[in-house]
C-alpha cells in the first residue's frame, strides 16, 4: 500500500542516497514488499540490486540472496556494508563462517549472499530454518533454464530450498528476457503468472553498427579515431585479445591493454582498475571482462567476431553509455564465425543443441537484418518498438538491396 511506498522512499534516500527510484524499480519493491513473488526483468545497469536491497532493509528477517560468482558478491557486500547495510557472505572463500551463522542466527542480518551450490546442502536449510527470513533473491535467474544463456544445474536445488519455506517471498532477477527463458525461470521458480515485471531495454543512446570484417586492426582503429573516450573491444580468445591489443596499441600510440582469464590475476586486476579510472583507454578483452564492473563512460564497444547469443550481444553492448551520452556499438562480423559456431553445435548434447541453434539462428536474424536493429532487438526481448530508431546503421544509411543479398548469400554459405 500506499504507506509502504513512502517508507520505501524514505529509505531510498536515507539508506542508499538515491532521489528517486529508477524505471521499474519501484514497481519490484512495491511488490516485494506486500509478499507477492516476482520476476523482475531489467536491462544491466538498471538496478536490480537495489531491488532486494531496500526490502531487505525494511522487512524485518534476513533476505537470502542467490548470487553465482563470488568476485560480484563481494563487490555487492562492499557496496551494501558502505550504505551501512548489515550483510555478509557464506562462500567457500570466506574464513568468516561461523560469525556469520551465529550473527544471522540472531537477527543481525539484512542480507546474506550464497552460491548455488549451497542450497543443496542439507545444512543449509537447517541453518536458514533457524531465524526469521524476509525474502528469497535469486540474483542471475536465467541460470536456472536450459534456454538461458548460462543454464547451471546447481539453480534446480532452488526450488525444493525456497518450497521448504512456503510463507517467503521469492524475487527472481534477470537481465535475460526472451519469452521461453522467462517463462522458464517462472515456472522453475515458482513465481505466478502474473508476477513478471518487464523494464524497457531500451538504450537509446547507443548507436548500434553491424559490417562485415576485413582488417579489424584498420577497422577498429577507424572507430577509435572517430569515437575518442573509454571503450571494450571483445575478441574471441586469448591468443586474438594479446594480438589485437599489441597491434591497436602500435596503430594508435592509444592506451590498449589486454583482459583475459589466462593472464596473472595481478595483471588482470591492474588493467582493469586502470581502465576504470581511465578517460581513453581501451580494454581488448574476452567475455570474461565486464561483468560487475560499474564505469559509465564507455563510449564504444566493438565485437571482432559474433558474440554468443542476441542476450550475450545485448549485455556486452550494453556496457557502453550507461551515464547516457552518445556511444557506439560496433560489431565486425565474418561468415567464418557463423560457421564455427554452427560446427559447435554438433557437439552439443540433443536437448541443449536446439536452444542453441534458435538462439544462434536469432543472432544471424540480427546481423542480417536489412531494418532497423533496435527494433529487431527490443521485439526478441518481448517488447512491441517504432519501426525504425534513427540511431543504428541500417536506419541512419538503409542497405541497398543488393548489399542485402551478398549478406544472405555469406550467411547461407557459412
Ligand atoms: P543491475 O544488477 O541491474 O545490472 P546494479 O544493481 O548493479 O544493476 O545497479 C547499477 C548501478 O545503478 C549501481 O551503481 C547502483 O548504485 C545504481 N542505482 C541503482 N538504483 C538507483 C537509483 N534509484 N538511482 C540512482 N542510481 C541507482
Ligand atoms: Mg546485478
Given at each position: 500500500d ?23 524499480q ?40 542467490i548470487?553465482?560468482l ?16 548489515r550483510?555478509a557472505?557464506?562462500t567457500s ?6 560469525e ?9 542480518l539484512?542480507?546474506?549472499?550464497v ?14 530454518g ?13 541460470c536456472?533454464?536450459?534456454?538461458g ?11 525444493p ?7 517467503v ?5 534477470t537481465?535475460?528476457?526472451?519469452r521461453?527463458t522467462?517463462?522458464d525461470?517462472?515456472?522453475q ?9 518487464l ?13 562485415t ?5 584498420r577497422?577498429?582503429?577507424?572507430l ?12 574471441q ?8 591489443a599489441?597491434k ?10 589486454p ?8 595483471t ?15 580494454i ?7 561483468m ?8 564504444f ?5 559474433v558474440p554468443?547469443s ?14 547516457g551520452d ?12 557463423f560457421?564455427t559456431a ?13 536452444a ?7 543472432l ?7 531494418h ?16 525504425t ?10 542497405p541497398?538491396v543488393?548489399?542485402t ?10
Amino acid at each position: 500500500d500506499g504507506d509502504n511506498l513512502d517508507r520505501a522512499r524514505e529509505a531510498l534516500r536515507s539508506t542508499f542516497g538515491f532521489d528517486g527510484f529508477r524505471g521499474r524499480q519501484e514497481d519490484v519493491v512495491e511488490r516485494v514488499l506486500n509478499g507477492q513473488s516476482t520476476l523482475a526483468v531489467m536491462p544491466t545497469g538498471a538496478g536490480k540490486s537495489l531491488t532486494y536491497q531496500l526490502p531487505a532493509v525494511m522487512m524485518p528477517g534476513t533476505c537470502i540472496v542467490i548470487s553465482p560468482l563470488i568476485a560480484l558478491m563481494h563487490d555487492q557486500l562492499r557496496s551494501a556494508r558502505a550504505n551501512g547495510v548489515r550483510a555478509a557472505t557464506l562462500t567457500s572463500a570466506d574464513a568468516d563462517w561461523r560469525e556469520t551463522q551465529d550473527a544471522f542466527r540472531a537477527g543481525e542480518l539484512d542480507l546474506l549472499y550464497v552460491a548455488p551450490e549451497r542450497a543443496s546442502q542439507p545444512g543449509f536449510r537447517d541453518m536458514l530454518g533457524a531465524a526469521p527470513l524476509a525474502l528469497f533473491a535469486v540474483d542471475e535467474a536465467h541460470c536456472v533454464s536450459e534456454w538461458g544463456h548460462d543454464f547451471r544445474p546447481d539453480y534446480r536445488q532452488l526450488r525444493p530450498l525456497m518450497d521448504a519455506f512456503p510463507d517467503v517471498p521469492r524475487l527472481a532477477l534477470t537481465a535475460t528476457a526472451d519469452r521461453q527463458t522467462r517463462a522458464d525461470v517462472m515456472t522453475q521458480l515458482g513465481v505466478p503468472e502474473d508476477g513478471l515485471v518487464l523494464a524497457g531495454f531500451d538504450r537509446p543512446n547507443i548507436r548500434y553498427a553491424i559490417t562485415t570484417r576485413d582488417n579489424p586492426v584498420r577497422q577498429i582503429s577507424d572507430l577509435m579515431a572517430r569515437q575518442p573516450g573509454p571503450g571494450i573491444v571483445y575478441a574471441q580468445t586469448r591468443r586474438k585479445v594479446e594480438e589485437l591489443a599489441e597491434k591497436l596499441a602500435a596503430a594508435t600510440g592509444r592506451a590498449v591493454r589486454p583482459y583475459h582469464a589466462g593472464l596473472p590475476a595481478e595483471t588482470r586486476a591492474a588493467n582493469q582498475a586502470t581502465f576504470v579510472e581511465s578517460e581513453d583507454m581501451v580494454i581488448v578483452a574476452t567475455i570474461a571482462f565486464g561483468m560487475g564492473i560499474d564505469k559509465p563512460d564507455v563510449r564504444f564497444v566493438a565485437h571482432v567476431g559474433v558474440p554468443k547469443s542476441i542476450e550475450g550481444y545485448y549485455q556486452e553492448t550494453g556496457r557502453a553509455g550507461r551515464d547516457g551520452d552518445p556511444s557506439l556499438a560496433t560489431m565486425f562480423w565474418g561468415a567464418a564465425d557463423f560457421a564455427t559456431a554452427r560446427q559447435r553445435l554438433i557437439e552439443l548434447p540433443e536437448g541443449r543443441r536446439s536452444a542453441e541453434r534458435a538462439r544462434l539462428d536469432a543472432l544471424a536474424g540480427l546481423v542480417e537484418t536489412p531494418h532497423c536493429r533496435r527494433a529487431v532487438l527490443l521485439r526478441h526481448f518481448g517488447e512491441d518498438p517504432d519501426e525504425t530508431c534513427g540511431n543504428c546503421d541500417n536506419c541512419l544509411d538503409p542497405p541497398k538491396v543488393t548489399d542485402t543479398t551478398e549478406l544472405a548469400r555469406k550467411l547461407l554459405s557459412a
